[in-house]
């Protein structure tokens, strides 16, 4: 059970071990376009058709004729991977129940977006999780889980191919300890590990990413900007608000930054530093890198720059 491209890496993995995938069920299609007319199947679809895999693309879950429709496959165990939250009469249905691969070390980034969140809060270490699911979200019994590091300068792109490919890897090293175990493998509490590691102020929760979360906060730090504009990029893409000198307002994407270790000059001050954009967080200069006007193309910052004027009379808000 998946959508995603990245749910597809387990898919694949599940196929290439030779593993029966009795079916596949994934999102109804999407409308795209204009006007919506054209439907865009899921990643996921796309790759099972190629493999001739049934599948099942219910509206609700709790339809008894898509229930029914999934029991008749009669399959021992469920996977789902960027998927949804489930009914207990569908988790519950196979005799090895339904887990999932959770792209965080939980009980930390429980959660719909836990990539991104990883990397906004400037986290350098991340990973995997498979769990049993119960009825709440992400709180199921801890299988297994597998770390993986954030480097300073890696955006939520790097971190998003790296937990795609290792949770595939991990998925199929759950389902070994899961038949070696007859269905019932050892598992930790996720309480137990909240208890033991954290208190409840130190959980980070990872809701889902809206465009009013991606707007860039000048009064943050510059290394808490720097972090949540690699947290957003490529997609969706943190964004702020260019004012030009005579008051005009355009959306402003910000893709690529750096550091710079230069003493701010004021929140939301533009600056010109030799031929480099610069704008003033809450205590240092970062510079920008990479970014894209409202209806233009994404382009380097320096290109920018030569098709600009008095930069230095603007500010971002």
Same mark, same amino acid.
């Given at each position: 059970?998946?959508?995603?491209?990245?749910? @597809? !890496?387990? /898919?694949?993995?599940?196929?290439? $071990?030779?593993?029966? *995938? =009795? %079916?596949?069920?994934?999102? +109804?299609?999407?409308?795209?376009?204009?006007?919506?007319?054209?439907?865009?199947?899921?990643?996921?679809?796309?790759?099972?058709?190629?493999?001739?895999?049934?599948?099942?693309?219910?509206?609700?879950?709790?339809?008894?004729?898509? @229930? !029914?429709? /999934?029991?008749?496959?009669?399959? $021992?165990?469920?996977? *789902? =991977? %960027?998927?949804?939250?489930? +009914?207990?009469?569908?988790?519950?249905?196979?005799?090895?129940?339904?887990?999932?691969?959770?792209?965080?070390?939980?009980?930390?980034?429980?959660?719909?977006?836990?990539?991104?969140?990883?990397?906004?809060?400037?986290?350098?270490?991340?990973?995997?999780?498979?769990?049993?699911?119960?009825?709440?979200?992400?709180?199921?019994?801890?299988?297994?889980?597998?770390?993986?590091?954030?480097?300073?300068?890696?955006?939520?792109?790097?971190?998003?191919?790296?937990?795609?490919?290792?949770?595939?890897?991990?998925?199929?090293?759950?389902?070994?300890?899961?038949?070696?175990?007859?269905?019932?493998?050892?598992?930790?509490?996720?309480?137990?590990?909240?208890?033991?590691?954290?208190?409840?102020?130190?959980?980070?929760?990872?809701?889902?990413?809206?465009?009013?979360?991606?707007?860039?906060?000048?009064?943050?730090?510059?290394?808490?900007?720097?972090?949540?504009?690699?947290?957003?990029?490529?997609?969706?893409?943190?964004?702020?608000?260019?004012?030009?000198?005579?008051?005009?307002?355009?959306?402003?994407?910000?893709?690529?930054?750096?550091?710079?270790?230069?003493?701010?000059?004021?929140?939301?001050?533009?600056?010109?530093?030799?031929?480099?954009?610069?704008?003033?967080?809450?205590?240092?200069?970062?510079?920008?890198?990479?970014?894209?006007?409202?209806?233009?193309?994404?382009?380097?910052?320096?290109?920018?720059?030569?098709?600009?004027?008095?930069?230095?009379?603007?500010?971002?808000?």
């Amino acid at each position: 059970m998946g959508t995603p491209e990245f749910a @597809v !890496e387990t /898919l694949q993995a599940l196929v290439e $071990n030779d593993y029966n *995938v =009795v %079916a596949v069920v994934t999102q +109804p299609d999407k409308p795209v376009g204009r006007h919506g007319s054209v439907l865009q199947p899921s990643a996921v679809k796309q790759y099972a058709l190629e493999k001739g895999l049934p599948v099942l693309q219910p509206m609700k879950m709790k339809d008894p004729e898509f @229930v !029914e429709q /999934l029991r008749s496959y009669q399959a $021992n165990l469920q996977v *789902v =991977v %960027a998927f949804r939250m489930l +009914p207990e009469v569908v988790w519950a249905m196979p005799e090895y129940g339904t887990f999932n691969v959770h792209a965080a070390l939980l009980p930390q980034y429980r959660g719909a977006a836990p990539i991104n969140w990883a990397v906004i809060n400037g986290e350098t270490m991340t990973g995997v999780t498979t769990f049993f699911l119960d009825h709440d979200i992400d709180t199921g019994r801890i299988i297994m889980k597998k770390s993986f590091a954030i480097p300073d300068d890696a955006d939520v792109e790097y971190v998003y191919d790296g937990l795609m490919h290792l949770g595939a890897q991990l998925c199929i090293e759950t389902l070994e300890t899961i038949i070696a175990a007859d269905g019932h493998p050892e598992t930790v509490d996720q309480d137990h590990v909240q208890h033991s590691m954290f208190n409840v102020q130190c959980l980070k929760p990872a809701p889902k990413i809206f465009k009013e979360t991606c707007e860039i906060d000048w009064t943050k730090t510059a290394k808490q900007v720097y972090d949540f504009v690699r947290g957003l990029s490529p997609v969706p893409g943190a964004w702020t608000t260019l004012v030009a000198p005579d008051g005009k307002e355009t959306v402003l994407k910000i893709y690529k930054a750096r550091k710079t270790s230069r003493a701010g000059v004021g929140s939301g001050t533009v600056s010109i530093v030799g031929k480099t954009l610069c704008i003033s967080a809450a205590d240092e200069l970062l510079e920008v890198l990479e970014l894209q006007l409202a209806g233009k193309k994404r382009m380097a910052a320096r290109d920018f720059l030569n098709g600009m004027k008095d930069m230095e009379m603007y500010c971002v808000k």
